[in-house]
């Protein structure tokens, strides 16, 4: 069983995503000076198996990388895009991070991470293990342990393998996942849930499984409220100043 984790109430969503642009280096820089103790992020992998922050399979949406898939294209070519430009002017040129540049600077701002682990499809073990490696090789696991989310079962069992001591967790978009087995199966300690398909009742049955049930992504500070009344213990948003 790993350490007790000391979440926070708010969990800086993709780095402070609603004043910089998500999942780089800016946007964690300024949930730490917003004052966010913890941040999730996503890791997925290039062609060439580099480990690089981003949500999307496609570059399209937070680069200008039009509609290549990141599956599909290298590390080289994913260095030289602009990842900024797109959320503000005052962000071009802004690179896409790679995991290992992202831990380094979290562990200099002393911030807590939770990592998403973001696999394409037929590349999960392959980014688990990398994503694994990495933090082990980057990332004072013992004095700041880490969360490890995904929604993928393949990760989950990669992770639980290779790495039982790390706190893992899973992640529900909707009920149709059974989330009840991959909990006890991976013998997971949290839950991130969509917020906009818990009840109380769900709550409830979530804790019979989990240490810690947390859920995304809350921008309004009412609800993040009612969340907490119901029993979430966290919750992910791009406003890390949510309840200040
Ligand atoms: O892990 C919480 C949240 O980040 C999951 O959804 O799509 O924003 O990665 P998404
Ligand atoms: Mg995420």
Not at 139 to 165: D, G, Y
Request: hydrophobic share 40%; with cysteine; proline share 5%.
């Amino acid at each position: 069983m790993s350490k007790d984790l000391h979440l926070s109430r708010v969990i800086a969503h993709r780095g402070a995503s609603a004043y910089a642009p998500e999942n780089t280096l800016a946007a964690m820089r300024k949930a730490h000076a917003m004052g966010a103790q913890w941040v999730e992020f996503d890791v997925m992998l290039t062609a060439d198996g580099e480990a690089i922050i981003m949500h999307d399979d496609t570059l399209r949406r937070t680069t200008n990388g039009k509609k290549r898939l990141v599956a599909e294209t290298s590390y080289n070519d994913i260095a030289q895009l602009d990842a900024g430009s797109w959320f503000a002017k005052q962000y071009a040129q802004e690179p896409v991070p790679t995991l290992h540049e992202l831990l380094n600077l979290l562990k200099k701002l002393k911030i807590n991470i939770n990592l998403e682990i973001k696999p394409t499809v037929g590349k999960e073990a392959e980014t688990a293990e990398k994503s694994i490696e990495i933090l082990k090789q980057f990332w004072p696991v013992a004095e700041s342990p880490p969360m490890i989310s995904t929604q993928s079962e393949i990760c989950l069992s990669v992770v639980h393998k290779i790495a039982p001591e790390l706190c893992l967790g899973t992640v529900i978009h909707q009920w149709n996942e059974p989330w009840q087995n991959w909990s006890q199966d991976y013998a997971c300690q949290s839950v991130s849930v969509n917020h906009l398909i818990l009840s109380p009742e769900k709550i409830m049955e979530l804790r019979k499984y989990v240490k810690y049930v947390l859920a995304y992504t809350v921008n309004e500070p009412w609800r993040a409220h009612e969340l907490f009344e119901w029993g979430v213990d966290s919750v992910f948003s791009d406003k890390p100043d949510l309840l200040s």
